[in-house]
């Protein structure tokens, strides 16, 4: 944004925190119902959350940073280009592939198949495009979803810098050219630009074109240092992944081996005391093996390497050993299956997963928003470029808009309870708040609840969870409220959706509550998160109220104690000013879970969206290939002949990586184009 328009909104920030301050404190103060504690409480605490989520958008769009043209693209860099898949349709991926094969800047193009799909892969190497999936070290071995399939590709590519695209976004020509120059400061980790959906007609039903955070809210991030990597979209440099791979491997590796070291001595000081009973002359093997475990934690402390630890603790167990005199069979095996025992817990290499290493975070379903964070406190910076350059697919029903939402906001939830930002070393205080904005933003289910339940009670109960004259109250509330509103628009402005945007992080409740939860049961009780791919075809037929049952469920008992409340009114069982005061906040609560209504009666953009990537001749001659069609036959014929090598960009000597090659030789890489 302009200065001007943002010496205006830092204005408005700072009237609406104030009015919001003043608003906060009169409630505290003396107008929470005490006698109804149980609602009243809930209530404050609602309000008091929903200014603090105020002061973080207000100080988020204090820094919102318009940033010059990039450099122009600098020559010479090697680019890998990464189109990630699971089990989308085969022509979807290939339509994605093909268009960021013909990009401009000189790159090589691979798909990414975790679907291993032999299809798939005959039809990337007919069109001139890498082909990796996973190799034999995988089974039976965690995947990790995305954050594994990209892990894998990784470890097979070399390129300094890594483009990412989900299987439906498709770049334009010049994505690469218009953020390379970019990573001219090699202080640079990534530079994100806007995820944009051509199937979302105007109206936005499902609310998914986010445009208010792919743009103020990004921008804002971007001022402060905290630009989101989100997934898709992006180029990222290598170095700074491996370095961030390597920092977490040694980090976490130096956790486990003290703890593990620990653990070892622990067990060994238990079998001490038990062969001085039971078999002393074993005693002398085990009390070397302890001396062995003692000096090595001495050796941790000073900062060793830690592979070296392992091998001398391994050599001096085989010393003790060594010289046994002659032991029953039965306290030998004991003592090697001790010894065994504590050199598996110290032994650092994880044995139990594919890669030693793992560039993307690996512990949550949002391995995007850790990734950034982690890249972030380790001093790289990033870039958010706020030019719509790939075209994507959104979902078309409401059941999986709902999906993609769950795990958006679970994932999140995963990292605020496991890799806190307000206690990640490395981060400045602008970079806490900013990811801690994001997280916090899905517990407004809870507060949602409340604004919910609150009137419901006052009509039809007549329980009322403050006491205060209503014009009292409209005085210090109304302020706060319109110098919200007026932040919000001003920040926005451009953007469409605003209010849809609002509506949306208040219909969802279920949602934010759901994921919540179970981010916190993912990371307190160990229970699994599923990653689940968001469907790029339409999955339903007709209306999905089922979808969103509670919200229908809320709207009704809202309607129905409106009624209810009426009616005690007239009767002189409750008061008028308190009952036209609630009902205009049912209002409020209805206008807002309208989007929910709307959204279930939506079934696709129908003909009010045109492709702006219609299907190329290559890509129908690769989907010719994918269906298998025979060459005899009359049309496959005429496809096969479109893939001459002579016709097409690309060099078509070696196109994809053997599974069984977890280190392919150069001759295995696509030449650029």
């Given at each position: ?5 943002l ?11 104030a009015f ?8 505290w103060?003396?107008?929470v119902?005490w ?29 919102a ?7 122009p ?7 890998d ?7 989308e ?6 339509r994605?592939?093909i ?5 401009t800047?000189p790159?090589?193009t ?10 798939l892969?005959?039809?990337a ?9 996973r ?6 071995r ?6 594994g399939?990209?892990n ?5 590519t070399?390129g300094?810098?890594?483009?990412i695209?989900d ?15 970019y990573f001219?400061?090699?202080e ?5 630009t ?5 199937n ?12 208010l955070?792919?743009g ?10 905290a ?15 491996m370095?961030l791979?390597?920092?977490r491997?040694?980090?976490d ?5 003290r703890a ?5 001595r ?16 074993a005693m ?7 001396a062995?475990?003692?000096r090595?934690?001495g050796?941790f402390?000073r ?10 603790l391994?050599?001096a ?10 032991l029953?069979?039965?306290?030998a ?6 010894l065994d025992?504590?050199?598996e817990?110290v ?7 594919a890669l030693t ?8 379903i949002?391995?995007?928003m850790a ?5 972030h406190?380790?001093?790289w ?8 350059l ?12 709902l ?19 307000l ?13 801690l ?12 609840l ?8 006052f009509?039809?109960a ?6 205060a ?10 302020p ?12 926005g ?5 605003l209010?849809?945007?609002?509506q949306?992080?208040f ?14 049961s ?12 968001t469907s790029k ?13 509670p919200?229908?469920?809320?709207a009704?008992?809202l309607?129905?104690?409106?009624a ?5 009114m007239?009767?002189?069982e409750?008061?008028a000013?308190a ?5 205009g906040?049912?209002?409020?609560d209805?206008a ?6 709307r ?5 696709g953009p ?5 492709d ?10 690769a989907?010719a ?9 009359s049309?496959?014929?005429?496809l ?9 960009p ?8 053997p ?5 392919p030789?150069?001759s295995?890489?696509p030449?650029?184009p």
């Open positions: 944004m302009g200065s001007s328009r010496a205006a909104v830092r204005l408005l920030a700072v009237v609406a925190v919001g301050l003043v608003y906060i404190g009169w409630r103060s003396g107008t119902a006698d109804a504690w149980w609602i009243a409480v809930p209530l404050v605490l609602a309000e008091t959350y929903s200014l603090g989520e105020t002061v973080l958008y207000a100080l988020t769009m204090w820094n940073r318009r940033r010059a043209p990039a450099p693209a600098p020559e010479g860099l090697s680019v280009v990464f189109v990630t898949t699971y089990n349709p085969v022509d979807l991926v290939l994605t592939a268009a960021a094969r013909d990009m800047y790159h090589t691979w798909i990414l198949d975790d679907g291993n799909r032999s299809e892969e005959v039809a190497s007919r069109v001139g495009i890498g082909y990796i999936t190799g034999p070290e995988w089974e039976g965690p995947r990790f979803a995305k954050a399939n990209v894998n590709a990784l470890f097979r070399s300094d810098l890594v483009a695209l299987a439906d976004q498709v770049p334009e020509p010049r994505f690469i050219d218009r953020v390379l120059g001219d400061d090699e640079v980790a990534f530079v994100q806007p995820q944009h959906f051509w979302v007609p105007p109206s936005d039903p499902l609310g998914t074109q986010a445009e955070f792919y103020p809210i990004q921008q804002g991030k971007d001022g402060w240092g630009a989101f990597f989100c997934g898709s979209n992006a180029v990222l440099r290598r170095e700074a992944l370095a791979g390597l920092t491997f040694s980090r590796a130096r956790g486990s081996m593990a070291l620990r653990a070892g622990s067990r060994l000081q238990d079998l001490l005391s038990q062969l001085a009973v039971r078999e002393p002359t002398p093997v085990a009390e070397q093996a302890l062995a475990v003692r090595a934690e050796q402390r900062g060793d390497v830690l592979t070296e630890i392992t091998s001398e391994r050599s167990f085989t010393a003790a050993l060594a010289p046994t005199p002659a029953p069979e039965d306290v095996g004991e003592l090697l299956g001790e025992g504590v050199l817990l032994d650092v290499a994880r044995t139990d997963q290493i793992n560039p993307l975070d690996t512990t949550t949002t391995e995007d990734t950034a964070m982690h890249l406190a380790m001093g910076t990033s870039v958010y470029h706020h030019e719509v790939v075209r994507g697919l959104a979902p078309e029903d409401v059941g999986t808009a999906s993609q939402r769950l795990r958006w906001a679970t994932g999140s939830m995963q990292v605020f309870f496991r890799d806190n930002p206690m990640v070393r490395g981060l400045t205080l602008a970079q806490r708040l900013m990811y904005g994001t997280m916090t933003s899905y517990l407004s289910g809870f507060a949602a409340v604004y919910l339940s609150a009137p419901v009670l009509l039809t007549g329980i009322f969870p403050l006491h004259d209503p014009t009292l109250f409209f005085l210090h509330f109304i706060f409220f319109v110098a919200c509103q007026l932040l919000f628009q001003l920040s402005r451009g953007s469409r959706g209010w849809r945007g609002q949306m992080s219909a969802l409740f279920p949602t934010w509550i759901a994921a919540t939860l179970s981010g916190a993912a990371v307190f009780l160990g229970r699994h998160v599923a990653f689940s791919v075809t339409k999955q339903a037929t007709g209306t999905g109220y089922r979808h969103v049952l919200q229908v469920v809320a009704v008992v309607i129905v104690a409106s209810v409340g009426v009616a005690r007239l009767v002189g409750a008061s000013p009952t036209y005061l609630t009902l906040w049912v209002a409020v209805l807002l879970l309208s989007a929910a209504l959204a279930a009666r939506y079934t129908g003909d009010s969206v045109v702006p990537t219609p299907p190329s001749v290559a890509l129908l001659a989907q290939v994918s269906d298998g069609l025979d060459s005899n036959d049309n496959g014929a005429e096969s002949s479109l893939l001459d090598p002579t016709d097409l690309l060099d078509l000597t070696v196109r994809h990586v599974r069984s090659s977890p280190w030789p150069s295995a890489h030449t650029s």
